[in-house]
């Protein structure tokens, strides 16, 4: 991913143009002021200072409405290149695999998307436009200068390498504790929101207290990194004000006393008058203002720097979703067939194959079961019969079609999945059966609530709000919501099940199965699970490591 390091659009650089064209309207303010103090010491009246005083306030307007409209189209340039940046990040992570142990966390993921990503923002605004200024506005000053004066001209050119030299030499280090910072801010947020998923668990397991003594440790830690990038921040600015004033300070020294005749070289052959002393005075610290600048925003390019860095390895290749840039057509519905053939996949990091040669086919409308120790591999071969992984060797086709990337998402689209722990989200019941699709009304969302068997007196209509994570629903509801979804999506042929009787008790896993088998009715159905009562009510049984 490429590092937005400069503005590229077009708003960009006029804004940047815009600045530098603010910054360099002072010289022509400045020579009418040092005009209007040289006819006044010459004896005019306020006749005298009327013109310059006219241009002055026309060009300070001018200068006001160029750094106006250059702020609003930088901001408008940098915002839009943080839309870009966090949608490619979001689509990085929305096609990496479920099977990719390399996944960053979501709390990680979150911190990324939110505020590491805002953190490249002030290197937009501030260190790109003001290195354009670094590079037109000094050189202007001293093509301006050097006519009147060759030792003032020479005083800023010899002063103004010092701050970029010692503003670098700090600014490595501002890079290293950014990089802490952030780094340290999504380890925080990551434990944080894992502890509170999982918050009940701590409480039934009396683990509160530690919980809150590490995170406690975690935010002190936190705050030690922030200290530290601060006080890089701190130091930085004591550097560029010292040496920004020592160059004032020379330039100011000369003129004064070559005014009193002290110093009269230096201004070729001549003596300078008063108008052109102030003139040189007045420019001397328009001249350092833009290092100053680059030199303040130098801690926001090493934030910068740092939190691109992160979110480049976030957008690192891992393994890929199959099909995830595609979109999903209508599909037919109806049972589809079910072929695998001399399936091999591994896991990355793993030494030995989950599968290796695997083979089996199913009819339309089949039912399956795929029995075996656990760690045998079937949640992963449920996976890899979505698509939700590249396969490693062999083959995998649903009526016919190869999965694979140009036809997983169409596959898909003929699929409905059973999750162990489906994942339910904050409002209506309805909302968590339709997920966002607009052709599930309600009624029809009713109806497979009932189906499901979650259609009870206790679950009185589709309005009823439910918690974030299914906060009040018992396990059993949970896998019962999962079914309601599936038996919405009409156009499902195969159905993938994992797990759907674990953790419940025989007559809730009864009740289960039943609504799994009426959902299953006219499609295919691949069931993973433990359970030898759901495997002996499948007419085809697959154990890992056997034979179906």
């Known amino acids: 991913m490429n590092r937005p390091a400069h503005l590229p659009s077009s708003t960009g650089h006029a804004g940047a143009a815009l600045h530098v064209a603010a910054a360099l309207l002072w010289l022509p303010q400045a020579a009418l002021l040092a005009w209007a103090v040289q006819r006044l010491a010459d004896g005019g009246g306020f006749a005298a200072v009327l013109a310059p005083a006219s241009g002055l306030l026309m060009l300070g307007l001018l200068r006001a409405w160029c750094e106006a ?16 940046l966090r949608q490619r990040l979001a689509q990085a992570l929305a096609q990496r695999s479920p099977l990719d142990g390399t996944r960053a966390a979501s709390g990680l993921a979150a911190s990324a998307l939110a505020e590491q990503v805002d953190a490249v923002l002030p290197q937009l605004l501030r260190y790109a436009p003001a290195r354009l200024r670094v590079a ?46 952030l780094a340290g801010l999504g380890d925080m947020h990551g434990f944080l929101l894992d502890r509170l998923r999982g918050l009940a668990t701590l409480r039934a397991l009396a683990a509160v207290e530690p919980t809150a003594l590490r995170l406690r440790a975690s935010a002190e830690q936190l705050r030690q990194r922030t200290m530290a990038v601060l006080r890089v921040a701190f130091l930085s600015s004591a550097v560029l004000e010292l040496f920004s004033a020592l160059g004032v300070a020379m330039v100011a020294v000369y003129v004064g006393f070559h005014l009193l005749g002290q110093l009269p070289f230096g201004a070729w052959g001549t003596r300078l008058s008063l108008g052109e002393g102030l003139f040189i005075l007045l420019l001397a610290p328009a001249f350092f203002e833009p290092l100053r600048e680059l030199s303040a925003a130098w801690h926001d390019r090493a934030a910068g720097a740092a939190a691109l860095e992160s979110v480049e390895r976030l957008c690192a ?19 589809v067939t079910l072929q695998v053939e001399q399936l091999c996949f591994t896991h990355a990091g793993a030494d030995r194959p989950v599968f290796e040669g ?20 079937k949640s992963t071969l449920l996976a890899l019969l979505a ?35 489906p994942h339910v989200f904050a409002g209506s019941v309805w909302h968590n059966v339709a997920l966002g699709r607009a052709d599930v009304p309600a009624p029809v969302a009713d109806q497979a609530l009932r189906q499901a ?44 099940a994992d797990e759907p009787t674990a953790h419940l008790d025989r007559a809730t896993a009864d009740a289960v199965i039943d609504a799994l088998l009426q959902l299953a009715d006219g499609r295919t159905l691949v069931v993973a699970t433990h359970d030898p009562v759901l495997a002996a009510r499948l007419p085809r049984r697959l154990e890992l490591g056997g034979a179906a």
């Open 69 to 84: 409209a250059a702020l609003r189209r930088l901001f408008d340039a940098a915002r839009g290149q943080l839309t870009q």
């Open 136 to 181: 037109c506005v000094p050189l202007a000053i001293v093509v301006a200068v050097a006519p009147l004066s060759w030792v003032a001209a020479l005083v800023l050119v010899a002063a103004a390498p010092l701050i970029p030299l010692f503003m670098a030499l700090v600014g490595w280090r501002a890079k290293a504790a950014s990089e802490a910072q």
């Open 317 to 335: 290749p891992g393994t890929p979703l199959l099909g995830a840039a595609q979109v999903a057509v209508p599909a037919a519905s109806g049972a």
């Open 358 to 377: 695997l083979s089996f086919a199913l009819a339309a409308g089949e039912q399956l079961a795929v029995v075996g120790t656990s760690g045998a591999g």
């Open 387 to 421: 698509g939700l992984a590249p396969v490693q060797g062999g083959r995998i086709a649903v009526d016919g079609v190869p999965l694979a990337e140009a036809t997983a998402a169409a596959l898909r689209a003929r699929m409905a999945w059973v999750a162990q722990a």
């Open 453 to 496: 068997a979650l259609g009870g007196p206790d679950h009185p209509g589709m309005a009823r709000a439910m918690g974030e994570g299914g906060a009040g629903l018992s396990g059993g509801e949970l896998v019962r919501l999962a079914l309601a979804r599936a038996s919405v999506h009409t156009q499902a042929g195969l159905v993938l």
